[in-house]
């Protein structure tokens, strides 16, 4: 028997050998560090050491978002208001809240499912703000417009199962990106993505041992040694940005928008309106979605059990774009999703008593089209008039 | 639970480490518990099928020991077989029955079930019809100890898919177990290791690039459908014999000795060969409890021709509960029919190059011929229905020559996800099995490695746990013959 345990020993080494070449090579990153890839932690950290000390980054493309927030919430920078929502909300900053200690970790392309995965981050890294900003748009309730953000969606799953929701909306978070995976990965990606996905108790430790990701770990290897080397300047390898293009992150994590943008007029953006290219995104909105409403009662009723002040912030589009979103819902004879998710929301904040400020439909809102620099992205002042304006009107619940 | 799983690898150890310190009256109740506990693994209920079989056929061999009229002794044997028989039948084939006549009929006369089948039903029931057969004829005492028939009948290692055992061969050695023999211990790892390697390596790659190519025959190609057909050959044969493997080592291991079930069946000169090297526990079942009693060759030729299509049919049938495994059987009983038909051609073939000194040349042609035919069979075994394989036949024949240029092969094949990767682990590991298969058939290969020094046994072991890690498939599908 004692012989058989000395065989079985010698086995070690292997496993040794997977474990080493697991942690060092980690094509799917769980571990912290990137063999193949270095320059993408680099950019991620210039990012991080400059907000941590206070400094503006001009961002020269995509970036992965969630290490750059975990790492705000790991730092002992106070945070009494967290700005929650998508780049629409990118551009509100400490002005609106004067004397509060602001930090915008709204989520590019990000959802409702980000918002709440975001702030997930942020409880886990024990940070109770005061009170928690959360954007909206009109798209947050119905299906989902733009694809998940592959980083949160380890996130998005602890933050459902946290909230106690159905394990039916996890699976469809699981399918969401498991669809994205197959549709925008490159091969690599998408198998690092089932890794991400495929999350025991044991997770992501369970790894270091996997033999399947051994297999993982040395095909990336080989396609690293073999393949041409990609530009990878930003999160996913894209190449920098034109200058004119280029946003500034704050310290406050919120978002000066780039010169190009900046000089939108208003009759460009009203052309935009008419053209076809907005035609995905302006029409076609599927209608409430259960699951997302769903997740929308759990994650404010959670805020506030925890008391923290919630205040939901719906920033309109662009008017030209509303009113032709509008019209094709009346000819289709359908209600507008954006009046759907308004009602929604302004129900559901006159139960619990929760603040918003600004309304999805522009004249509401009292909105100019000058406002923006493109049809759903307001300019930074016109944000914080948005906001302020609410305030002032509505002096306290609505 | 699955051999190739993490769950099997806690599993084993755990048990073989209690089997080997426990004292040998205990060691039968541990091997019970255990084995029970694989089966429920999967579906707790169908473990009450179990009990009922065990039962059954634990009394009959009693009440047989005690009958002493030949008539009563038939009729208790019936009871069994009837019990067993009727137990498969409820489970495997009543919805094939009733889906068959209600579409004769084109109304609902009898309604489906849509019953799961229990895993392995086919190899235990014939397993336990076996026992109550063997003692029926006296060749078997009856076991009169319970705990030892009960683990007869579900001793994990081979008991969701075989070798399916007799009873003359496994109830001595389960009446009383050998201790802890650290060579025998080790030849079964070494027999497991080499099976999964044969599954996870080989087969369930494999499995990747057959799939979805049946999937959808009526988009494919000729050559890509025969490139699934051959590969199907090897994945069924690598997916049964490495699960036979991996049963028969880990039996060995618990010091209990399997019968052998596959000897390089690929390399038969003739099916009437095949059929000694495949499956060598269920058609030797067949030959000793249907073949011979029925007449064997001892009969006129007519008779003879009989004889093996009721073998084949029933052997097809036994596959499952669908008209291609009964064309697969019938298919392969012609074969053996039309071998005997062309038997003195053959012989003088033989004859031929004998004179000319040429023997190898005829044994290479049989064996490609053999194989052909053979793989052919499998797309009745493959197919869900006889129309589908009927189309692949049609469209094998079919577009051949654009694919024969390598980068548009390749291409069809990424199409699939089959990267050149997976065609050069295929090809080595296809490479190493035929090694293994040539060379196994002349001498043991576990005898001789045992026998070479510490640095070329351990350059083994260590390539074959390298070949598994870097070559196996980890999310591969189930066992195929689970589903018997």
Redesign the interface.
């Given at each position: 028997m004692r012989r058989l345990f000395i065989k079985f020993a010698s086995f070690v080494p292997i496993v040794l050998l997977v474990a080493a070449v697991n942690r060092s090579v980690d094509p799917a990153r769980f571990y912290g560090t990137h063999f193949l890839d270095p320059s993408r932690d680099q950019y991620e950290g210039a990012v991080i050491d400059n907000l941590l000390a206070g400094r503006s980054q001009v961002l020269v493309g995509p970036y992965n978002e969630r290490l750059v927030l975990e790492a705000v919430f790991r730092s002992k920078r106070p945070i009494d208001t967290l700005v929650l929502g998508s780049s629409v909300a990118k551009p509100i900053n400490g002005d609106s809240f004067p004397g509060e200690n602001l930090y915008n970790a709204a989520i590019y392309g990000g959802e409702l499912e980000e918002a709440a995965a975001v702030y997930q981050l942020a409880w886990e890294n024990g940070r109770r703000p005061k009170r928690v900003v959360l954007e909206f748009h009109g798209r947050e309730l119905g299906g989902r417009n733009w694809d998940i953000v592959p980083e949160l969606v380890p996130v998005m799953l602890r933050v459902r199962k946290r909230l106690g929701l159905p394990s039916d909306d996890s699976e469809s978070i699981r399918e969401l990106f498991t669809q994205r995976a197959d549709r925008t990965m490159p091969d690599n990606q998408s198998t690092a993505a089932q890794f991400v996905v495929d999350q025991s108790w044991l997770h992501p430790y369970d790894k270091l041992f996997s033999p399947r990701y051994f297999q993982f770990s040395l095909r990336s290897l080989g396609n690293a040694w073999f393949d041409a080397p990609t530009v990878t300047v930003g999160s996913g390898g894209v190449a920098p940005q034109p200058e004119d293009e280029r946003q500034v992150l704050c310290p406050d994590g919120s978002v000066l928008w780039s010169r190009k943008w900046l000089s939108h007029t208003a009759e460009q953006i009203r052309q935009l309106v008419q053209s076809d290219a907005m035609k995905p995104v302006l029409w076609n909105r599927p209608p409430l979605s259960p699951s997302h409403c769903r997740l929308f009662d759990a994650f404010i009723t959670d805020l506030e059990r925890s008391g923290i002040k919630v205040i939901l912030v719906l920033v309109p589009p662009f008017p030209a774009a509303f009113d032709r979103m509008h019209d094709a819902y009346a000819r289709a004879h359908k209600p507008c999703p954006l009046d759907e998710c308004e009602s929604y929301v302004r129900a559901f904040a006159k139960k619990h008593s929760i603040q918003i400020d600004g309304s999805l439909d522009p004249r509401k809102a009292g909105v100019a089209e000058d406002e923006f620099v493109d049809y759903i992205h307001m300019r930074r002042d016109a944000l914080a008039r948005l906001i302020a304006r609410n305030n002032a009107a509505q002096q306290g619940p609505n | 639970m699955l051999f190739d799983s993490l769950q099997f690898a806690v599993f084993f150890p755990i048990v073989c480490g209690l089997f080997?310190t426990l004292p040998q009256r205990f060691r039968w109740l541990l091997l019970l518990v255990s084995s029970y506990y694989f089966y429920m693994c999967w579906r707790p209920e169908y473990a009450l099928v179990l009990v009922l079989i065990t039962a059954i056929d634990f009394g009959v061999g009693i009440a047989l020991a005690r009958a002493t009229e030949p008539k009563t002794r038939r009729l208790i044997l019936l009871t069994s077989l009837a019990a067993n028989l009727g137990i498969l039948f409820f489970f495997k084939y009543y919805d094939f029955a009733a889906r068959s006549l209600n579409s004769l009929t084109a109304t609902v006369v009898v309604p489906e079930l849509a019953m799961v089948l229990p895993i392995g039903l086919s190899f235990h029931t014939f397993q336990s019809m076996g026992y109550t057969v063997d003692v029926y004829r006296r060749k078997v005492e009856p076991e009169r100890d319970w705990g030892t028939f009960a683990t007869f009948i579900v001793f994990f290692p081979q008991l969701v898919a075989g070798p399916i055992e007799r009873a003359g061969d496994l109830l001595p050695q389960l009446r009383h177990y050998e201790n802890?023999d650290?060579g025998r211990?080790?030849n079964g790892l070494k027999l497991m290791a080499w099976g999964l390697f044969k599954k996870m390596v080989i087969a369930d790659r494999l499995a990747r690039l057959v799939d979805p190519i049946y999937a959808v025959p009526e988009s494919q190609s000729g050559l890509m459908l025969a490139l699934a057909t051959v590969g199907f050959g090897y994945q069924i044969y690598c997916d049964f014999s490495g699960y036979s493997d991996i049963a028969i080592g880990a039996a060995e291991v618990l010091g209990v000795r399997l019968m052998t079930n596959f000897r390089a069946p690929y390399h038969s000169r003739s099916i009437r060969e095949f059929w000694t090297r495949w499956h060598i526990s269920l058609s030797t079942w067949f030959r000793d409890y249907v073949y011979i009693p029925l007449g064997g060759n001892q009969v006129s030729a007519g008779r003879w021709a009989f004889n093996i299509l009721i073998v084949f049919f029933l052997s097809g049938i036994w596959h499952g509960a669908n008209w291609t495994f009964l064309v697969w059987g019938l298919y392969h009983a012609v074969l053996i029919i039309a071998g005997r038909v062309t038997q003195g051609f053959t012989s003088a073939l033989h004859g031929f190059s004998r004179r000319e000194q040429r023997r190898r040349l005829p044994a290479a042609v049989g064996i490609v011929w053999t194989f052909l035919l053979v793989t052919a069979g499998w797309v009745f075994f493959r197919a869900p229905s006889i129309h589908v394989a009927m189309t692949i036949f049609q469209r094998m024949a079919a577009d051949w020559q654009s694919f024969l240029i390598p980068a548009r092969l390749a291409g069809h094949l990424s199409l699939i996800g089959w990267q050149s990767?997976d065609t050069v682990v295929i090809c080595l590991a296809l490479l190493a099995l035929e090694i293994g298969d040539t060379v196994g058939l002349r001498f043991s290969i576990r005898k001789w490695l045992a026998e070479q020094s510490t640095v070329v046994r351990?350059t083994a072991?260590?390539l074959l746990?390298?070949a598994?890690?870097?070559g196996?498939q980890?999310?591969g599908p189930p066992f195929i013959y689970f589903q018997f």
């Amino acid at each position: 028997m004692r012989r058989l345990f000395i065989k079985f020993a010698s086995f070690v080494p292997i496993v040794l050998l997977v474990a080493a070449v697991n942690r060092s090579v980690d094509p799917a990153r769980f571990y912290g560090t990137h063999f193949l890839d270095p320059s993408r932690d680099q950019y991620e950290g210039a990012v991080i050491d400059n907000l941590l000390a206070g400094r503006s980054q001009v961002l020269v493309g995509p970036y992965n978002e969630r290490l750059v927030l975990e790492a705000v919430f790991r730092s002992k920078r106070p945070i009494d208001t967290l700005v929650l929502g998508s780049s629409v909300a990118k551009p509100i900053n400490g002005d609106s809240f004067p004397g509060e200690n602001l930090y915008n970790a709204a989520i590019y392309g990000g959802e409702l499912e980000e918002a709440a995965a975001v702030y997930q981050l942020a409880w886990e890294n024990g940070r109770r703000p005061k009170r928690v900003v959360l954007e909206f748009h009109g798209r947050e309730l119905g299906g989902r417009n733009w694809d998940i953000v592959p980083e949160l969606v380890p996130v998005m799953l602890r933050v459902r199962k946290r909230l106690g929701l159905p394990s039916d909306d996890s699976e469809s978070i699981r399918e969401l990106f498991t669809q994205r995976a197959d549709r925008t990965m490159p091969d690599n990606q998408s198998t690092a993505a089932q890794f991400v996905v495929d999350q025991s108790w044991l997770h992501p430790y369970d790894k270091l041992f996997s033999p399947r990701y051994f297999q993982f770990s040395l095909r990336s290897l080989g396609n690293a040694w073999f393949d041409a080397p990609t530009v990878t300047v930003g999160s996913g390898g894209v190449a920098p940005q034109p200058e004119d293009e280029r946003q500034v992150l704050c310290p406050d994590g919120s978002v000066l928008w780039s010169r190009k943008w900046l000089s939108h007029t208003a009759e460009q953006i009203r052309q935009l309106v008419q053209s076809d290219a907005m035609k995905p995104v302006l029409w076609n909105r599927p209608p409430l979605s259960p699951s997302h409403c769903r997740l929308f009662d759990a994650f404010i009723t959670d805020l506030e059990r925890s008391g923290i002040k919630v205040i939901l912030v719906l920033v309109p589009p662009f008017p030209a774009a509303f009113d032709r979103m509008h019209d094709a819902y009346a000819r289709a004879h359908k209600p507008c999703p954006l009046d759907e998710c308004e009602s929604y929301v302004r129900a559901f904040a006159k139960k619990h008593s929760i603040q918003i400020d600004g309304s999805l439909d522009p004249r509401k809102a009292g909105v100019a089209e000058d406002e923006f620099v493109d049809y759903i992205h307001m300019r930074r002042d016109a944000l914080a008039r948005l906001i302020a304006r609410n305030n002032a009107a509505q002096q306290g619940p609505n | 639970m699955l051999f190739d799983s993490l769950q099997f690898a806690v599993f084993f150890p755990i048990v073989c480490g209690l089997f080997w310190t426990l004292p040998q009256r205990f060691r039968w109740l541990l091997l019970l518990v255990s084995s029970y506990y694989f089966y429920m693994c999967w579906r707790p209920e169908y473990a009450l099928v179990l009990v009922l079989i065990t039962a059954i056929d634990f009394g009959v061999g009693i009440a047989l020991a005690r009958a002493t009229e030949p008539k009563t002794r038939r009729l208790i044997l019936l009871t069994s077989l009837a019990a067993n028989l009727g137990i498969l039948f409820f489970f495997k084939y009543y919805d094939f029955a009733a889906r068959s006549l209600n579409s004769l009929t084109a109304t609902v006369v009898v309604p489906e079930l849509a019953m799961v089948l229990p895993i392995g039903l086919s190899f235990h029931t014939f397993q336990s019809m076996g026992y109550t057969v063997d003692v029926y004829r006296r060749k078997v005492e009856p076991e009169r100890d319970w705990g030892t028939f009960a683990t007869f009948i579900v001793f994990f290692p081979q008991l969701v898919a075989g070798p399916i055992e007799r009873a003359g061969d496994l109830l001595p050695q389960l009446r009383h177990y050998e201790n802890f023999d650290y060579g025998r211990v080790t030849n079964g790892l070494k027999l497991m290791a080499w099976g999964l390697f044969k599954k996870m390596v080989i087969a369930d790659r494999l499995a990747r690039l057959v799939d979805p190519i049946y999937a959808v025959p009526e988009s494919q190609s000729g050559l890509m459908l025969a490139l699934a057909t051959v590969g199907f050959g090897y994945q069924i044969y690598c997916d049964f014999s490495g699960y036979s493997d991996i049963a028969i080592g880990a039996a060995e291991v618990l010091g209990v000795r399997l019968m052998t079930n596959f000897r390089a069946p690929y390399h038969s000169r003739s099916i009437r060969e095949f059929w000694t090297r495949w499956h060598i526990s269920l058609s030797t079942w067949f030959r000793d409890y249907v073949y011979i009693p029925l007449g064997g060759n001892q009969v006129s030729a007519g008779r003879w021709a009989f004889n093996i299509l009721i073998v084949f049919f029933l052997s097809g049938i036994w596959h499952g509960a669908n008209w291609t495994f009964l064309v697969w059987g019938l298919y392969h009983a012609v074969l053996i029919i039309a071998g005997r038909v062309t038997q003195g051609f053959t012989s003088a073939l033989h004859g031929f190059s004998r004179r000319e000194q040429r023997r190898r040349l005829p044994a290479a042609v049989g064996i490609v011929w053999t194989f052909l035919l053979v793989t052919a069979g499998w797309v009745f075994f493959r197919a869900p229905s006889i129309h589908v394989a009927m189309t692949i036949f049609q469209r094998m024949a079919a577009d051949w020559q654009s694919f024969l240029i390598p980068a548009r092969l390749a291409g069809h094949l990424s199409l699939i996800g089959w990267q050149s990767w997976d065609t050069v682990v295929i090809c080595l590991a296809l490479l190493a099995l035929e090694i293994g298969d040539t060379v196994g058939l002349r001498f043991s290969i576990r005898k001789w490695l045992a026998e070479q020094s510490t640095v070329v046994r351990w350059t083994a072991y260590y390539l074959l746990v390298l070949a598994l890690i870097v070559g196996g498939q980890f999310n591969g599908p189930p066992f195929i013959y689970f589903q018997f």
